[in-house]
T-cell receptor, first 118, second 113 residues
Framework: AQTVTQSQPEMSVQEAETVTLSCTYD???????LFWYKQPPSRQMILVIR??????QNATENRFSVNFQKAAKSFSLKISDSQLGDTAMYFC???????????????FGTGTRLTIIP | DGGITQSPKYLFRKEGQNVTLSCEQNLNHDAMYWYRQDPGQGLRLIYY???????QKGDIAEGYSVSREKKESFPLTVTSAQKNPTAFYLCASSIRDRFYGYTFGSGTRLTVV
């Protein structure tokens, strides 16, 4: 079974600064996908960014980028020029790619609560 | 606009009563999922369904039941056998190529008193 670990329960950063959220995972699979989801106070889960394990290039979405280190099984999220609207819980998630749908489910970490300070 | 609708947003029930949480999607997604969220534990998978009339247990299915009679609907029943039902429940769906991630509903907060 896959496990996802987020070792930072809470973080805070000043507005406009850069912050990095950590995520590590444990798997014996070679073909998989990694995701970062954001859950603001409204509790709506929003997909932030997605990485395919077979791609070496790190994914980027505007101010959000990842540092994907496959050998180290690390998948950190960097938020640049942080904004007040970035205040949220952030969840790292893993999905194995296989031929059996039953094995291809999102497994989530425990989350990091990020607060952007004005 | 397409999306996933969960209702109600807040639900209160007395201990020992069964309760059903609604999840409806108009995204024409094939797969649907139920997750439970507790503080400090992230999201844990309860049940999932790939197609109509078929569903499988997730990691914490005990005390829960589901049905998938229509593609658009995937209701979750929290039975009296669930020992600690108070939690936030999230429904999600995905297209057949689910590797693009899931679309989530806005959740239902269930409180059992």
């Amino acid at each position: 079974a896959q496990t996802v670990t987020q070792s930072q329960p809470e973080m805070s950063v000043q507005e406009a600064e850069t912050v990095t959220l950590s995520c590590t995972y444990d798997t014996s699979e070679n073909n998989y996908y990694l995701f970062w989801y954001k859950q603001p106070p409204s509790r709506q889960m929003i997909l932030v960014i997605r990485q395919e394990a077979y791609k070496q290039q790190n994914a980027t979405e505007n101010r959000f980028s990842v540092n994907f280190q496959k050998a180290a099984k690390s998948f950190s999220l960097k938020i640049s020029d942080s904004q007040l609207g970035d205040t949220a819980m952030y969840f790292c998630a893993f999905m194995k790619r296989g031929t059996n749908f039953g094995n291809e489910k999102l497994t989530f970490g425990t989350g990091t609560r990020l607060t952007i300070i004005p | 606009d397409g999306g996933i609708t969960q209702s109600p947003k807040y639900l209160f029930r007395k201990e020992g009563q069964n309760v059903t949480l609604s999840c409806e999607q108009n995204l024409n997604h094939d797969a649907m999922y139920w997750y439970r969220q507790d503080p400090g534990q992230g999201l844990r998978l309860i049940y999932y369904s790939q197609i109509v009339n078929d569903f499988q247990k997730g990691d914490i299915a005990e005390g829960y039941s589901v049905s998938r009679e229509k593609k658009e609907s995937f209701p979750l029943t929290v039975t009296s056998a669930q020992k600690n039902p108070t939690a936030f429940y999230l429904c999600a769906s995905s297209i057949r190529d689910r590797f693009y991630g899931y679309t989530f509903g806005s959740g239902t907060r269930l409180t059992v008193v």
